[in-house]
Structures are given as C-alpha cells and as structure tokens.
C-alpha cells in the first residue's frame, strides 16, 4: 500500500480543499426587459412613467401556515405583501428603470427596458434553493381602489439547485417581445398576453410588454344590509341590558 507524504505544505493544501466543504459561490442573476418595451398601466393607454411611482420587484414567496413555499394565485393576491422576499429592485429613482423612451447617443428609441444584475450570498442562496422567481410589478403592494400589480414568472426562473443543470449560474432572466419565451401569469398581461385573473383591465390595442391589472372592487354592502347590521347590533345591546 502506498503512504501518502504528509510533510510538504502545498500537498495538505490540496487535500483540506478536497476533503472540508467548500464556501458555497455567489449566485449571479441578471433580470431585464428587451430594450424596446412597453409597460402600460389597467387602462391599456397609459405608460408607466406617466402616472405615479412604479417598482419592478424581484423575489421569491417565503413559507405559508402549514410550513410549505407559499404559491401565489389569483385568489390569494391579499397574502403576497407579507410572503413576498425581496432581492433586488428596479425604479426609475436608483435608474434600473428606463421608461418610455430609451437613448442612447444619436438616438432615442420609442419604448423602455428595466435591468439590474444580483448576486446571492451563499447565506442568502442557502434558504431559497430551488424556489420559484418572480418578478411583481406594482405602484403600491397596499390593496387600494389605486393599486395596479402584475405577477410573472418564466418557467427556468428557479434558484439553482445542483451545479450543471440549466440553471447554473450565472442566471439571465429576460422578459422578451415577439412570443420568444413562455411564462406563468399570475396577474396583469406578458407579451400580450393576458391573464385570468380577476382584476380590472381594458386591453391595448397595440402590443405591450407588461401590462398592470388593478385590484378588483371591493363590494359595498347595500343599504338594506347596513339596516340589518344595525338591527342586530341593537338586538345585541337589548339582551345585554336585559340580563
């Protein structure tokens, strides 16, 4: 049997690094639009930059009551704000976003793009593995007559699991034009697309990129409702005072 010499520095070097677990790498992940795109506000006319305050938000759901990864619906929209983890953003306030024009010396294009690049800590990454992305697109994650959200998702958007799988980093996520990719709607419209969910819209007629639903009225109880409710809170008082 061969003895392995344990006198020269370089070789016990190299055997640590073998056999002690290695700090795990950053996670790069690279998020844009095309450059020439368009993102429209509910009423399916409106850009973006025209009104308000828009954020492109990166991230991932944290866990639900039962300790499982929250999956975001149409029907649970009032829960995301405090399941959603946040990575990285995109405004036109920290300049990620770019809307409706994009200029370059000796030309300005009609249409804007977002991007930014994030890269994971291995603190980070640790707690994420192989969680579903998603990109929530919002004017205010408060739930309001105002409030305008889309939710998306591309269906290789997942926090890397094992080296040499497709998604190795690092990651390029691209919300494209022209129906080059598919993706998971969760609210608003995607490459003229739109989704299922329940909210309020009218839709373009021209192609669009990302477009943001609002949030669904809240119904009004009638007027005979709050006369029911009235008489039974006094009900209620008159059996109290009684006993």
Known sequence: MKKICTKSPFLLL????????SRAKAITINWNSDVLSFFLEQDGVTDLAADGDFTFDLGTFGLDSQGQVF???AANYSEWSTKFRSFDKATAANGKFEP?????????????????????TSNTASTELGRQAYLWVYNTKALSPTTQWALLTGN????????????????DWV??????????????????????????????????????????????PEPMSFALLAAGVALILRRRRSA
């Open 71 to 73: 999956v975001p619906t």
């Open 14 to 21: 190299g055997l640590l690094a073998v056999l002690l677990p």
């Open 156 to 171: 290789d958007w997942t926090i890397p699991v094992a080296p040499g799988s497709q998604q190795t980093p690092p990651l």
């Open 175 to 220: 919300v494209q034009n022209g129906g080059l990719a598919t993706y998971n709607i969760v609210w608003g419209g995607v490459d003229s697309v739109q989704g299922t969910d329940p909210g309020v819209y009218t839709n373009p007629t021209e192609p669009f990129t990302i477009q943001l639903h609002a949030l669904p009225s809240m119904p009004v």
């Open 100 to 120: 409706g024009t994009y200029t370059e010396p000796g030309h300005v294009y009609d249409g804007g793009y977002f991007g930014s690049s994030i890269d994971l």
